[in-house]
C-alpha cells in the first residue's frame, strides 16, 4: 500500500510533542524539509511554526489554497466540520480512554481488575460450549477439524492376585 498521507497545505495533523501536545492543526505552507507553517483555528492554536518532527499527520485534509489567511482556514474548517469528525475517529476515542486510563485511582483499577474476572467467568464456560459445538460438527475457526470421537469410559483392571502386605 503506498504512501497516502502528504505534508502538503490543508493536512490536518495532531501535535504530537511540545506545549501544544494534543491539539489539531493544519498545514498552511511548508517552509522546508523540516518544518511547517500550521493554524489551529477550531483548536485555539496561533498560525506559527512547528517541526514536522512534532506532527502526527491525519486522513482529513482540508480544501485552501497554500498561504491562505487565518479566516480561510476557519471557513474550511467549520464547513467541513472538523471537530466533530475528529471526535466520531477511532484515534480521538483511543486518545480519550488512554486520558481516562491515566486519570484512574488504585481503587478504579481493582474495580476495573474485579469486574474483567466475574466477565471472564461468566464468559469462558459459554466460549467453551460453542467450541465443544463447533468441534462436534467438525467446523472450528476457518480449519476444518476432524469430528469428535466418543470418548470409551475408563474401566479399571482387576487383579486377581492380592501382593502381600509388608511387615
Do not use: C
Not at 45 to 69: D, E, G, S, Y
Not at 83 to 109: G, I
Amino acid at each position: 500500500m503506498p504512501f497516502a498521507r502528504f505534508v502538503q497545505p490543508g493536512r490536518v495533523a495532531l501535535v504530537a510533542d511540545g506545549p501544544l501536545k494534543g491539539k489539531l492543526v493544519s498545514v498552511v505552507d511548508v517552509i522546508d524539509q523540516t518544518r511547517a507553517l500550521v493554524d489551529g483555528p477550531g483548536s485555539g492554536v496561533p498560525r506559527q511554526q512547528i517541526r514536522l518532527n512534532q506532527l502526527h499527520l491525519t486522513k482529513f485534509r482540508l480544501k485552501f489554497p497554500f498561504t491562505a489567511p487565518t479566516r480561510v482556514v476557519r471557513k474550511a474548517w467549520t464547513q467541513e466540520k472538523l471537530n466533530e469528525k475528529w471526535a466520531e475517529s477511532q484515534w480521538s476515542k483511543k486518545l480519550e480512554n488512554k486520558e481516562k486510563r491515566a486519570q484512574m485511582t488504585d481503587y478504579d483499577r481493582f474495580k476495573l481488575s474485579s469486574a474483567r474476572v466475574k466477565r471472564n467467568r461468566a464468559r469462558t464456560p459459554v466460549f467453551k460450549s460453542l467450541k465443544a459445538q463447533a468441534a462436534r460438527k467438525g467446523v472450528f475457526g476457518k480449519k476444518k477439524v476432524p469430528k469428535a470421537s466418543v470418548k470409551k469410559p475408563r474401566v479399571k483392571k482387576e487383579t486377581s492376585a492380592k501382593k502381600p502386605a509388608k511387615k
